[in-house]
């Protein structure tokens, strides 16, 4: 299992491959289902020209492995990969990656979704927009179900 | 006992600073040191708190040396 947060861009394409080649995962899963959440050039109607990213250092971390943690007690996973950038990004940057591998498709597919989702509620980050006229908090996820 | 009191994201800019140290001798929870610290502002309802990076609710007892964080709702992901 791996959870990093990354102050600069990263190929979420090029992480996979690089830790898939593990060879504790060699040869032994037969299912790997990822995710990518990408940045928004807009967002509720507003353009939008940059993010910064905000996290709680430690919190952050502790809290993404207690979600992988609850996910590994109701699937049969293999391993797990998240990497999340903070800091100052632009739109198409890739800003989270979640990747699990199972021996089947039905824990990878379904355990997947639910570590993003659970991300997505509850790991400290926060996301600050630069529009064309301002600055803004995005003041609540939008529910994933 | 001390506190270590943390503030981010818009909560921070309303508090308007990103950490402060709670020293008190009584038994306090979450929601007095909130009050203690900031007297003219008043919980935002949505406000989220985590004791030394674990979540808790506004009723929680906090003990000497804890961290004890202040936040709005995540939108990471």
Same mark, same amino acid.
């Given at each position: 299992m791996l959870i990093e947060i990354r102050e600069t861009p990263f190929d979420p394409l090029a992480e996979l491959s690089r830790y898939q080649a593990k060879p504790d995962l060699h040869g032994k899963a037969g299912a790997l289902a990822s995710f990518i959440g990408l940045m928004r050039d807009h967002n509720e109607g507003d353009q939008v020209s940059a993010m910064c990213l905000e996290h709680y250092p430690g919190m952050t971390e502790r809290e993404i492995a207690r979600i992988i943690d609850e996910a590994q007690v109701r699937w049969p996973l293999l391993d797990a990969l998240v990497l999340h950038r903070v800091g100052e990004m632009l739109p198409a940057d890739p800003i989270v990656l979640v990747a699990v591998w199972s021996s089947h498709r039905a824990a990878a597919f379904e355990s997947c979704r639910y570590i993003m989702e659970a991300l997505k509620s509850r790991a400290p980050f926060w996301k600050h927009e630069t529009l064309t006229d301002r600055g803004r908090w995005v003041d609540r996820n939008t529910d994933g179900y | 006992m001390t506190i270590r009191v943390r503030y981010f994201a818009s909560l921070r800019e309303r508090v308007g600073c990103a950490e402060a140290q709670f020293n008190t001798g009584t038994v306090t929870t979450v929601a007095t040191v909130w009050h203690a610290l900031n +007297?003219? !502002?008043? !919980? +935002?309802?949505n406000t989220l708190a985590a004791i030394n990076h674990e979540y808790a609710t506004l009723d929680a007892v906090v003990h000497d040396g804890d961290e004890l964080a202040f936040f709005p709702p995540v939108t990471g992901g």
């Open positions: - | +007297p003219d !502002l008043a !919980l +935002p309802g």
